[in-house]
């Protein structure tokens, strides 16, 4: 989970040089670069004008062959939407000696362009992977931070039904958004953090900087301290005069590098000192999900591949809501929804990850009580309909069930001095 922390080493310095204005949203596409075409996407030879007249998909992978998943899953995308006026183009940069006889035995769909200097990754900006959607008209629409779309994004895309901008998180606005179908992509790619990125002006020390927040990356409280146990907020148990929706920045400037576990343990202090609050982890009887095996029966774990470094880069994980109030791109800490709400899973993982996963959004903590060891590969998704089969499905397709029922687990209690 990443840290909205901010934490800096004062003994830093970095020099950059100017850097030109990233591209956004409505924006005008540059050309693909490349040295060869691995992969033709039509009949038609690519050209210069081969950006516009019809919805374009841009994805980049320096590495493709570690990648078998990710491949699969665009390979049925371009499938899917075959007929439609929609290309796919697929960009790479791994050494020929590795992905040519890879691609032999695992051909990727649609355009495939080898540009083993990034050039095209540089000139989208997209410094952290995301596919870039680009328009008939040949401009940006928005970049899908999902890496491979989904394919309700793309006929959102085609019908014109995307929007740059989030809705407010109030369950009105929520709700109104829901109702629109609209689909949300971000307005520009996202960027590495830098070293001098809201840079606070205090001098280094080991104080911790504690203060209301001044912009909507702030957090509550609840988030920061789930941040710091690395557990899901619905584990928080704060005194019910801090458990409100105040948002706050806190700002660590170190007068040289530490641990990660000595700065967080330094933030935990300044936390309670701040709030005058204590901090401990304790078992409590709780509400909770409780994940069984159905039928006594296990799902098939993922085959082990003979090199381990096969998987770099592969593993995934989505969670699709009925309401958007629980959906990712709308808040890293989305309002806790009920088991009833999720209608769709995919994630490659243990069954400790799959419980992890669905809990992050749910207003129980899920407890696994399969006793399954390995890795598996959920994917699962409840019918088109109003009415939701995702249970079912995944008791049907993975022997998996998910029912309500009290359990002690491990919360983290916050109480006054």
């Known amino acids: 989970m990443m840290f909205r922390l901010l934490l800096l080493f004062a003994v830093l310095a970095v020099s950059m040089s100017a850097q030109p204005r990233p591209l956004k949203a409505g924006d005008f596409a540059p050309g693909i670069v490349f040295s060869r075409i691995l992969n033709s996407g039509s009949a038609s030879d690519w050209t210069s004008d081969s950006l516009s007249g019809q919805l374009t998909v841009l994805v980049f992978f320096p590495d493709t062959s570690h990648n078998l998943q990710s491949v699969s899953r665009w390979n049925a995308l371009v499938q899917q939407f075959a007929g439609k006026p929609i290309q796919f183009a697929w960009i790479t940069g791994e ?104 840079k606070p002006d205090f001098p280094p020390s080991y104080t911790v900087h504690i203060s209301p927040a001044k912009s909507a990356d702030g957090i509550t409280l609840k988030q920061h301290i789930a941040q710091l146990y690395d557990v899901s907020p619905i584990r928080i148990h704060l005194p019910p005069a801090l458990d409100d929706d105040k948002r706050y920045d806190i700002a660590l400037v170190l007068p040289a590098p530490e641990s990660a576990e000595i700065t967080n343990n330094r933030i935990l202090h300044g936390i309670q000192d701040y709030f005058a609050v204590t901090a401990a982890r304790e078992e409590r009887l709780s509400d909770v999900y409780v994940a069984t095996t159905a039928n006594g029966k296990s799902p098939t774990p993922l085959a082990k591949p003979d090199d381990a470094s096969s998987l770099v880069g592969g593993s995934f994980s989505q969670v699709e809501f009925q309401h958007p109030n629980a959906a990712d791109s709308l808040d890293e800490f989305p309002a806790p929804v009920a088991l009833a709400a999720i209608r769709g899973i995919a994630l490659e993982g243990t069954l400790d990850d799959f419980c992890r996963t669905i809990e992050r959004a749910l207003d129980r903590p899920v407890v696994n009580e399969t006793n399954l060891k390995g890795e598996y590969e959920f994917n699962v998704k409840a019918g088109e309909g109003s009415e939701n089969t995702f249970l079912e499905r995944l008791r049907d397709q993975f022997n998996l069930n998910i029912t309500p029922a009290q359990r002690r687990v491990e919360v983290v209690v916050l109480r006054p001095r």
């Open 95 to 198: 050494k020929e000696s590795s992905l040519l006889p890879w691609l032999q035995e695992h051909p990727v769909k649609g355009w495939v362009f080898y540009d083993p200097d990034g050039s095209t990754d540089r000139a989208y900006g997209t410094e952290i992977d995301a596919a870039v959607i680009i328009g008939a008209d040949r401009r940006i629409v928005g970049f899908d931070e999902s890496l491979i779309p989904d394919p309700a994004t793309l006929n959102a895309a085609l019908e014109g039904r995307i929007t740059n901008v989030l809705p407010q998180l109030t369950p009105a606005a929520l709700q109104a958004f829901a109702e629109s179908g609209k689909v949300h992509l971000s307005a520009e790619p996202r960027r590495m953090l830098r070293a001098d990125d809201d």
